[in-house]
């Protein structure tokens, strides 16, 4: 990773773009490439612009046997996430393409505008049975671009035809876009939503997850979620010691005036290139504070960034964790407020029309 740059790229979460090495691969040599030309440039390097490849896979859920997950399948409409949280946890997918889990995550996206068709296809098969889908599990499905191509809006729309469940996590009050449709789907008992708060300091967020709504954007949409009938979750995520920590019992205590019926925390995740690249942030923007950070960040993961193991990976251990556990059990008290587990319904599900076949029922 390139280190102790003069001043933090702009705009964007992470600070440098080299392309993976887990996977052996070559390095990228000089081909034109922007970053091949910043060490040559006099004064400010160029601005990073956002680029979106259209791409039509044959597949859109994907299904899971994880045991540390509460779903089986999941959605992504987007490949990369141009809200460029700099802990993000799917940053290690772009190296699978030969692309930087750093900028290049952030800034060389994937759209794929068939979701709704192949989704479509995929419920009218005759042996798909209906589990709640996950949306927002790896990229966020209201990330700026949603805006233009309204994936996640089609994939809605079918799914509410079809009468499938759905949950969605996200960090953008862009949900609210769809709130005619998550309205219906929840009066069906189709959704429930996720919106993570990670600070309440804008200031902060601007450097932490650059292109996301502001804290209070994000607590005004889950209010309104809430106000709508739709079962809604406050996800204070990620919690980030020594950084985003001291906003827990306050971020509890404004879900839960706001009507929020559930909470919860979860701690940072390093896996793969998300470690190296979090380290320089934290080198560009904390370094007086770095070492402690990552001294508990090791100390809940066993000795290590990262614990990757099943069953344990999920499950932050030792003294620091149990006060973390214990101060957002004590706010979830002082608040009124709990942790839910929102059941949806998939009794009412049928399967969609296709090809302009009229359903049996």
Not at 48 to 59: D, F, G, M, Y
Request: hydrophobic share 40%.
């Amino acid at each position: 990773m390139e280190q102790n740059r003069e001043k933090p790229v702009a705009g964007r979460g992470a600070q440098s773009g080299d392309v993976s090495t887990r996977f052996g691969l070559s390095v990228r040599k000089v081909d034109g490439d922007w970053r091949d030309h910043m060490v040559a440039l006099d004064g400010p390097p160029p601005k990073l612009r956002t680029h979106v490849t259209e791409e039509r896979p044959r597949s859109i859920i994907s299904f899971n046997q994880s045991p540390d997950i509460f779903f089986d399948r999941s959605i992504n409409a987007y490949r990369g996430c141009e809200h460029g949280c700099v802990y993000c946890f799917a940053r290690p997918t772009h190296a699978y393409h030969d692309l930087s889990p750093g900028l290049d995550f952030e800034t060389q996206l994937f759209a794929k505008p068939n979701a709704a068709e192949l989704l479509r296809a995929t419920l009218a098969k005759p042996k798909y049975a209906p589990r709640p889908i996950a949306m927002g599990t790896n990229t966020d499905p209201y990330q700026p671009i949603e805006r233009k191509y309204r994936i996640t809006r089609e994939v809605l729309e079918v799914c509410l035809d079809a009468r499938h469940p759905v949950t969605i996590t996200t960090k953008s009050d862009r949900v609210l876009d769809d709130l005619d449709l998550l309205a219906e789907m929840a009066r069906r008992r189709l959704v429930a939503v996720a919106i993570s708060v990670t600070s309440l300091d804008p200031k902060l967020s601007t450097r932490l997850e650059p292109r996301t709504a502001t804290p209070a954007k994000r607590l005004d949409a889950l209010g309104k979620l809430a106000d709508a009938g739709v079962p809604t979750h406050c996800s204070v995520a990620p919690v980030i010691p020594a950084i985003t920590d001291r906003f827990m019992e306050e971020i509890v205590q404004r879900a839960a005036a706001l009507g929020v019926p559930s909470v919860g925390w979860i701690p940072l995740r390093l896996p793969h290139e998300v470690s190296p690249l979090f380290r320089e942030w934290l080198d560009v923007h904390f370094p007086e504070r770095a070492g402690k950070v990552m001294s508990i960040v090791r100390s809940i993961r066993s000795g290590k960034d990262n614990d990757p193991n099943f069953f344990t990976r999920l499950r932050p251990t030792g003294v620091w964790d149990d006060l973390f556990r214990a101060r957002f059990a004590l706010a979830c008290r002082r608040a009124g407020v709990k942790r839910h587990r929102f059941e949806l319904d998939c009794s009412a599900f049928r399967r969609p029309e296709i090809d302009g076949q009229l359903r049996l029922l």
